[in-house]
């Protein structure tokens, strides 16, 4: 990727050298790299040795673990560590092959690190019980129940008394489930941790991944065989494949549907899964889910930590948002705790594509390298091989703004100069940033046996995780009689939100439950160019309707996610749910959107409308149609930077 990355910076900054000019200026400057530089797997084997040990927990539990040591280290030229924990797998297993990489980027595996790659208690090649989201027990030692945190501990501390030559210092990263072992590593840390950086951490199962503020996330089902099988001790080989489903269709939404009520997942697929039967028991936010949340107990955090996230993560937004958020709000006199967000999918910024994109949307080129070289390996260096006194030279916030397409940097996320804008939803279908002045709604026929698809890829629709979406062009849904369209006239300057949005809607249905989605959208002009790029030949930008933000909120939960309860019938009630927080500039020329609809399938089963105690419980029978109102002193507020 070096060619591509040096070819990028050098034409941003050099307009005025001719063709042959710059042809020859590149091909001279990236013939010694080409010529010097080997590929990584090989670099990796001529450079680094690999070492197997079973590293002892205070419990006495063994957990299988991989080093992986430069050459060239020696008493004389020390390492750091830098470890990642999985319940993914760090195959391969045997002795003398390698993984394809063995750190966060290639950057910081040809500067030399000892590598430590874990299995995590129960999973794979370690001993011991699996559970998710290991609840944290609070301090570590010989008389408090193991979990992520002391197992972490407990390896960090064999670590620097074991293998030779490290100097001492260790960091952490992981992404998404790693990302979750990489949070709880920073709770009654090790002294030798030094830096921390959780990558789309999970935070919470009830509002990441599995559930959207208390909706299920149907289109995860296809995970959990992955999450909801013991393995029978330590195996290199996968033991949870004979609970995959047979699909027999690549149309996922014709899949979930002809599935009907979530009843018949056990009785189909999921009989001895016991990560279903714990969802299908605990079907509120109740002491399982509470207990799993790790955010209460980021207090004391000694480490440095760099939570780092993708806009367009449709798996963990929640949670990188949230972690930097807990940390900060809980270690107030912290001053090494920062965040990155970019425009990235799930993990999109440990890998390199060239151009930058979601979906149909282009960003800019060589980003995930920008953000590998002058951001991540910068902060583990400083820490680990530097004098670590926290002057690295990064912001406490970089983030990318998804509308300007550059980088911004602040001195705390939301920033603190940030100013709150509403709009509220007219029954005219205008967005209004003044208080109606008499009542009047917008209303809309909702039938769960019709719902509104989450998109028009059914291609994506099959997967382990949906990924798409979350940019994806929503011109389908506008022109559905059930989803309601709010927007503003076309923009005449730019508008930047940066922040956090919050949702107050003002709302009635003719049944007992609801659910209520609100998507924030750029609806870019009628005359916007394509990019050079375009991935799919039959959508084009003209008048294109990007998802900027989305959120789902299940209607039972909007006094307490603990105790939900119905809706009267036909009485105006109050749904107070946030969004995830967005950098984004609406350009002059654009429109602002707000689309509000109760379906949004398969990406979340449906919610029957007619009140059930337990929905994963409903019978076929109790999904009925309702009108739903959607009153004009119902807004959403932003955070405007100007």
Known sequence: MCELATFCIFEKYDKHLTHMKRFLYIFFLILPIGLIAQDLPTFIKENYTKHIHRIPMTDGTKLYTHVYIPKDASPNKKYPMVMMRTCYSIAPYDETSFPARLGPSETMVREKYIFVHQDVRGRWMSEGTWTNMTPNNPGNGKNIPPDESSDTYDTVDWLVKNIPHNNGRVGQWGGSYPGFYTTAGTIDAHPALKASSPQAPIADFFFDDF????????????????????????????????????????????????????????????????????????????????????????????????????????????????????????????????????????????????????????????????????????????????????????????????????????????????????????????????????????????????????????????????????????????????????????????????????????????????????????????????????????????????MVRSEIMRGRFRNSFEKPEPFVSNKKTEVKFALQDVYHTFKKGHKIQIQVQSTWFPLFDRNPQKYVDNIYKAEDSDFVKALHKVFNDSYIEVDILK
């Open 211 to 546: 559930h959207h503020n208390g909706a299920f996330t149907q289109a995860y089902l296809f995970t959990f065989p992955v999450f909801g099988k013991q393995h029978n001790g330590p195996t290199p080989t996968a033991w949870y494949t004979e609970q995959n489903i047979d699909k027999k269709t690549r149309d996922g939404y014709q899949f979930h549907y002809e599935l009907g009520s979530l009843k018949h997942v056990a009785e189909k697929y999921y009989k001895d899964n016991f990560y279903w039967k714990e969802t299908v028991e605990h079907p509120n936010y109740d002491e399982f889910w509470q207990k799993r949340n790790i955010l209460p107990h980021l207090k004391n955090i000694k480490p440095a930590t760099m939570v780092v996230g993708g806009w367009f993560d449709a798996e963990d937004l929640y949670g990188p948002l949230n972690t930097y958020k807990a940390i900060r709000k809980q270690n107030p006199n912290k001053k090494n705790n920062s965040i990155v967000m970019g425009p990235f999918d799930h993990g999109g910024w440990g890998r390199e594509r060239g151009q930058t994109m979601h979906t149909s949307v282009y960003f800019g080129d060589s980003i995930a390298t920008f953000y590998q070289r002058n951001i991540e390996a910068k902060f583990f260096r400083h820490y680990l091989k530097e004098s670590g006194d926290g002057k690295t030279g990064l912001p406490e916030a970089y983030m990318f703004d998804t509308g300007a397409k550059k980088w911004g940097e602040f001195d705390q996320w939301p920033p603190k100069e940030a100013t709150k804008l509403k709009f509220y939803l007219s029954e005219d279908g205008k967005l209004k940033k003044n208080a109606p002045s008499k009542e009047a709604h917008s209303e809309f026929i909702s039938d769960p046996l019709k719902p509104v698809p989450y998109t028009e890829d059914i291609t994506t629709t099959m997967g382990f995780t949906a990924r798409n979406y979350m940019s994806e062009d929503q011109r389908f849904a506008a022109r559905r009689p059930d989803v309601l369209v709010f927007e503003t006239d076309v923009l005449t300057e730019d508008i930047t939100l940066a922040g956090e949005i919050i949702n107050k809607l003002m709302v009635s249905t003719s049944q007992s439950d609801a659910d209520w989605i609100v998507k924030l959208i750029d609806v870019y002009p009628p005359d916007e160019p394509d990019h050079a790029y375009m991935p799919h030949k039959n959508i084009t930008l003209s008048n294109y309707h990007q």
